[in-house]
């Protein structure tokens, strides 16, 4: 690795331990899969969009088996409610007081399969969680174990009986991922991976809560010069004022991107963030926090283009600054 820090080759080779273990479930998705753990070691959550069948779900579970984690799963339907998540109170005869009945949300990794088919006030009850991470329930604060991490999947089709998540909840997903279709000789083994046996018996846990705690400080530690600060900013800022953007992103928008490049910079084993670092993750951070012009729609313009065009016209700092 290039300019390694060697205090931290433990977490370097945690993170390099997380991705074989995955890969043996997941095939042919290795840059997903590093997404998805850079997000776990900055302290962020996760949406991951796509066609049914793809994987999500199985990705998010087999990062849950990895890190040894605690793990809870909610199939999102319409009648979830939000005590289901958040918990609730209840009297118990036996002490004769009110006690609290931890919900599903108390765990490491929280995986919200089909967010967008349950009802807006069940997904707002994460709005707390996602932020805060605690839950108040009845007046009384509840902190959630750390890490904490929400993975969330909704289908790209489909959206019949959908609730479209809103602007403040997809605001606190560091990152949004796209598995997309395997290719044919991925597929192949996939096939072949599965015939007798299920890959995710193979996972072993390779870490827990303690080191992915250590890397998350980790991560934080990672330097920012000024001049990449501004380059954010820049980026940002862009987003507010295209004619082709009707929401542009926000102030955490722009935390979220300094945080994923931070993370990325420490997969790749650098103590600095460059600006290819900022380039690599903005696609990611920033396709679901903003929105495009009913004009744009019509038009078919993808976000994506959108996002990169305004990469292309912000000038980088020198690579020499970014040191």
Not at 54 to 75: D, F
Not at 164 to 186: I, V
Request: net charge neutral; aromatic share 6%; glycine share 4%.
């Amino acid at each position: 690795m290039e300019n390694n820090i060697a205090e931290n080759s433990e977490q370097f080779e945690l993170v390099s331990n997380l991705v074989t273990q995955i890969e043996k479930v997941i095939v042919g998705k290795q840059s997903v899969i590093k997404m998805l753990i850079a997000a776990l070691i900055c302290g962020g959550h996760v949406l991951i969009e796509d066609m049914p069948g793809t994987g999500k779900t199985t990705l998010a579970t087999a990062l849950a088996k990895a890190t040894s984690l605690s793990c809870k799963r909610v199939q999102f339907t319409p009648d979830v409610m939000a005590s289901d998540i958040t918990g609730f109170t209840m009297f118990n005869k036996e002490t004769d007081r009110f006690e609290y009945r931890a919900g599903l949300v108390m765990s490491n990794i929280f995986i919200a399969d089909e967010i967008n088919r349950t009802s807006p006030k069940t997904q707002s009850a994460l709005l707390e969680a996602m932020e805060e991470r605690k839950v108040t329930v009845d007046g009384i604060v509840h902190n959630l174990p750390s890490p904490f991490m929400v993975i969330a999947t909704e289908n790209e089709f489909g959206y019949v009986g959908t609730y479209p998540l809103p602007e403040a909840q997809l605001d606190r997903f560091l990152l949004k991922l796209s598995m997309g279709y395997p290719s044919p000789n991925d597929e192949m083994m996939i096939l072949y991976k599965r015939k007798t046996a299920n890959p995710l018996d193979e996972v072993v846990p390779v870490c827990g809560p303690n080191a992915i705690m250590r890397c998350i400080e980790a991560v934080k530690s990672v330097h920012l010069d000024p001049a990449i600060y501004k380059y954010i900013v820049d980026i940002v800022t862009l987003t507010r004022n295209n004619p082709l953007i009707a929401l542009g992103a926000s102030p955490r928008a722009s935390i979220a991107l300094m945080r994923a490049s931070q993370s990325i910079a420490f997969m790749n084993g650098r103590s600095f963030v460059t600006p290819e670092d900022i380039v690599q993750m903005a696609p990611y951070v920033l396709s679901h926090r903003i929105h495009l012009t009913q004009e744009a729609k019509v038009k078919h313009t993808d976000v994506n283009i959108v996002i990169n065009n305004i990469l292309k016209s912000v000038k980088p700092p020198f690579r020499g600054s970014a040191q």
